[in-house]
């Protein structure tokens, strides 16, 4: 370890950062690290607005609301996201696409893990949170393509920074730790923020990812969406910590617990961590409590693993009508800005629609392209192996279609 890292960042008198963050909103440094209790919810399940005594804040941990125009651009990114979570399930079922993890329910997560970053930040995606990397502003059609197995990656992580969606459960957070800590060497004032599942939680990388970035106070936020299940393994065979949020102290970062279904809570805590990270008060760990509605993906059935209770009781907390009902009765959501909105979202799904029933054009070729700068003897010779095969293929079935004719 460096000289830095022992001493834990003090200033000249001696404080660290998070005890200086502590110091800041007047409480104890444990109390700046452990969750509140239960969880911030800024809106209720029926869209109103909740009396601050009841928005689960204490001293240290109060949360304003954000702006209206936050929360209609969020709502706008929250029907385009079910739309395309829809659409997508759908395509896959029609055989047009060959897998889709769907975010149905986690839609108010995945947007505002999005719309809290600046374009400067990084994000590192999993596989769950297309709808995350759409409201980055990716194109569908390029986020699509690694889905449908038509290209290795389809959008630049780079032109977005927005890395590319995960699917070994959390490599993407030692990654976020490794961005973040080169954007410092850089000199640059880059926020990353690492989303993971609750299943994530119990890889090893998370320990060392967590503990990284806390030894060395880098600007990083691990989201965590604990949708309840990892694939059928639900939360209680995940862990016997209070909750997720709780991890984060025995690091010596800063957890929160928010209602992941509530946009307006998200934003808030999740705007206030980017503040306190760019701001040198990093890192920190939310954790949005949500619920996968779908199965895992087209291959898992829920129905073996669930009842029908749990699942009802999470409808009845969907994020979707949850904003419209408080946007509309602030007047804030006209009638003729909801269908501008939705027919926004159905031109998306369209768009998909059409792309996904052409077939795709695939040079199996460039399968090689991409491996090494330069090519191995190896990988050139089965290059060759496989040029020689297809133009056998196409041999054969030039003469099979021949042979068709003159039969004809
Ligand atoms: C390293 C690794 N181990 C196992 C898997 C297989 N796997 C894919 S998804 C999944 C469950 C993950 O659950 P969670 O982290 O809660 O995310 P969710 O799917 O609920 O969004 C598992 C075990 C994997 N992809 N990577
Ligand atoms: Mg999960």
């Not at 759409?134 to 630049?156: C, I, K, N």
């Not at 995940?238 to 997720?244: C, F, G, V």
């Amino acid at each position: 370890m460096t000289e830095t890292a022992q001493t834990d960042h003090p200033d000249q008198s001696g404080q660290t950062d998070s005890s200086r963050a502590a110091q800041r909103f007047g409480i104890s440094l444990e109390d700046y690290l452990l969750p509140t209790h239960g969880r911030i919810q800024l809106v209720d399940q029926d869209g109103a607005l909740l009396p601050t005594e009841d928005q689960g804040t204490t001293p240290g941990h109060e949360y304003p609301m954000p702006s209206d125009e936050e929360l209609l651009e969020g709502y706008r990114h929250l029907v385009i996201g079910r739309r395309v979570n829809d659409q997508n399930y759908a395509l896959v079922r029609q055989g047009r696409m060959a897998v889709y993890p769907s975010s149905h329910g986690q839609e108010a997560s995945e947007v505002a893990a999005a719309l809290c970053l600046e374009q400067r930040d990084w994000l590192f995606p999993t596989y769950r949170d297309t709808v995350a990397v759409l409201a980055r502003g990716v194109e569908p059609l390029e986020v699509m393509a690694s889905f449908r197995g038509t290209w290795h990656q389809g959008y630049d992580p780079h032109e977005h920074r927005t890395s590319v969606q995960s699917t070994p459960l959390t490599t993407q957070l030692l990654h976020a730790v490794g961005m973040a800590q080169a954007a410092r060497l850089k000199g640059e004032d880059t926020v990353v923020l690492g989303m993971v599942g609750d299943g994530g939680t119990s890889e090893g990388d998370f320990h060392e990812a967590l503990n990284f970035a806390a030894v060395f106070k880098l600007p990083v936020i691990f989201f965590i969406q604990n949708n309840k299940y990892a694939i059928s393994v639900p939360l209680a065979r995940q862990t016997a910590a209070p909750s997720l949020a709780h991890k984060a102290v025995g690091y010596g970062l800063a957890g929160e617990r928010v209602d992941g279904n509530d946009l307006a809570a998200l934003l808030a805590v999740l705007g206030r961590a980017v503040k306190l990270c760019r701001e040198g008060g990093g890192p920190f760990l939310v954790e949005a409590d949500t619920y996968r509605m779908q199965s895992h993906t087209n291959a898992d059935d829920a129905t073996r693993y669930r009842e029908d209770d749990e699942v009802s009781q999470w409808a009845a907390q969907d994020p979707v009508p949850r904003m419209r009902t408080f946007l509309s009765e602030r007047g804030v959501l006209t009638e003729e800005l909801e269908q501008q909105i939705s027919a926004q979202a159905e031109q998306v799904a369209a768009g998909l629609r059409e792309a996904m029933s052409q077939e795709p054009v695939i040079d199996p070729l460039e399968l090689f392209d991409h491996v090494y700068t330069v090519q191995t003897p190896q990988l050139a010779a089965q290059r060759e192996l496989l040029a020689e095969e297809l133009a056998r293929a196409a041999q054969g079935s030039a003469q099979h279609q021949t042979g068709q004719e003159g039969q004809k």
